[in-house]
Structure formats: structure tokens, C-alpha cells
């Protein structure tokens, strides 16, 4: 009984101060990629990554995912894929009042949970005689997060008692999204390095999320890519299912066959 109180009492201290909310955490976003030109204009590939949050404390996301890519023109690219995420949702609370006006609170611990997305994208690029390439992404996405089940409770406060909401079903949810990103990078024939920096808007009747994108690639080898960068995730319009302002630090590799 009594590690039953302390544990509600710690809980209800963490819901009740309130730090969690409306701050910045950091990030770190790992990845890898295995790559193969199948003839001049078919690529294929796939990817997977691991994104952590809460300051690089908490695993926030895996994903695997396949892709192709189909090089219309010499400065049109078109590109399809398929994404598995495994998220570790955040926790969520409710504040509400009783019909007999007490105060109350309801409480869905983190879970981890699954979510399926489909993309499909048109990249136009153009490299001028100063090395300066210019490149613009628009890319459709579609996320489904299937019906789940996770656990919820509801507290008292004055009462300080928490029971758990046995009957609690977290809906499934489909959402489409237009990413549409702007980059510049200073391609250099034969340089190791491929600096560049983005801009990417997340956009579903408005404007939801802005990243900011600073990085550089380095070759290694003919079959080698290290890709270095820094990340700014602004959230303009947050939903259950987003971190608020990330800063992230990242590290992909690629290899080519």
C-alpha cells in the first residue's frame, strides 16, 4: 500500500508542476541506408533510423522503410516509398471537472505503438557553373496510426486516489501532409564534402511544422556516404502525436552497390 501511495504521489507531482510542457528538449537521430542504381533512371533502396528526445534520454522512434526512385529528366526526379515507425508516444493529460465538481485528471502513459506512411515526391534541381545546386521537394505523405489500446487512468486530486479507465480506446487516426522543402548545396565535382542547407514545411490546411536543416556530406570512397547535420523542428500547429521544439543532432550512412 504504501509503495502504491508513493508512486501516485510521484505521479501527480509530475503532472501537477507542469515542467514538461511548452520547452525545447534535444535529440539525436541516427541512421542507415543501403542503396543500388538498377539501370540510368531506376534506383531502389532501403532505410531505417532511430530518433531519441527528452534531451537524448528517451527513445522516442525506430522506422524501416523501402523506396524507389525514378529520374524523369535530367533535372525532374519522382520518388515512392513505404515507412514502418514504431513511436513511443508521449504522455498526455486531461484536465476536467466531475459532475460532483471535483477536480480530476486523465492520464495515458507513454506507449510504444505502430504507424504506417506512404509518400510520393517530385524533386526539380538545377546545378549552375558556380558549383551551386538548387533544389525543390514536394512531397505527399500519408501516415495511418491503427486503433490501439494503451493504458489510462484517472486521478483525484483532493481524494489522491488514480483507477485505471478500463474502457480507454485511443481511435485509429489517417492524416495527409504536403512537405515541401527548398535546399541549397554547393555540389563540387570530386570534393569529399557536400555542405548544404534546407528548409522544409509541413503543411495539412496550414502550416504545422518547419525544419531547419544545416549539414554536410562526406564521401568515403566510391560506395560511402557520411551525412553530418544539425536539425531545428519548430512546431507551429502540435498534436498528440508530436514533440514540441526539437534540436537535433544527426548522423546517416549510406552505401551504394
Known amino acids: 500500500m504504501e509503495k502504491y501511495q508513493l508512486t501516485l504521489l510521484l505521479v501527480m507531482a ?142 483525484d486530486v483532493a481524494a489522491q486516489t488514480m483507477k485505471l479507465d478500463g474502457n480507454y480506446v485511443r481511435g485509429a487516426k489517417g492524416k495527409n501532409q504536403l512537405r515541401s522543402r527548398f535546399q541549397i548545396e554547393y555540389d563540387r565535382k570530386r570534393s569529399r564534402f557536400t555542405p548544404y542547407v534546407n528548409m522544409e514545411l509541413y503543411n495539412s490546411w496550414q502550416t504545422e511544422k518547419i525544419r531547419y536543416n544545416a549539414g554536410t556530406d562526406v564521401k568515403i570512397g566510391r560506395h560511402h556516404v557520411l551525412t553530418l547535420f544539425y536539425r531545428l523542428q519548430d512546431i507551429r500547429q502540435a498534436d498528440d502525436d508530436d514533440v514540441p521544439d526539437m534540436h537535433y543532432a544527426g548522423v546517416t550512412y549510406k552505401f551504394k552497390f
Open 14 to 155: 509530475s503532472l501537477l508542476s507542469g515542467q514538461v510542457y511548452g520547452r525545447s528538449e534535444g535529440g539525436l537521430i541516427t541512421g542507415l541506408e543501403a542503396e543500388k542504381k538498377m539501370t540510368k533512371k531506376w534506383t531502389v533502396g532501403m532505410e531505417a533510423d532511430m530518433r531519441t528526445r527528452n534531451d537524448f534520454k528517451t527513445m522516442d522512434r525506430w522506422s524501416v522503410g523501402l523506396y524507389a526512385d525514378y529520374k524523369c529528366l535530367k533535372w525532374v526526379k519522382a520518388s515512392a516509398g513505404y515507412v514502418l515507425l514504431d513511436n513511443h508516444f508521449s504522455e498526455k493529460r486531461e484536465d476536467y471537472i466531475s459532475a460532483a465538481s471535483n477536480a480530476k485528471i486523465k492520464w495515458r502513459p507513454s506507449y510504444w505503438g505502430f504507424r504506417h506512411r506512404f509518400h510520393a515526391s517530385f524533386t526539380l534541381s538545377h546545378k549552375f557553373s558556380n558549383n551551386i545546386r538548387l533544389s525543390l521537394r514536394e512531397r505527399w505523405q500519408y501516415t495511418y496510426r491503427p486503433l490501439a489500446t494503451p493504458e489510462r487512468y484517472k486521478l
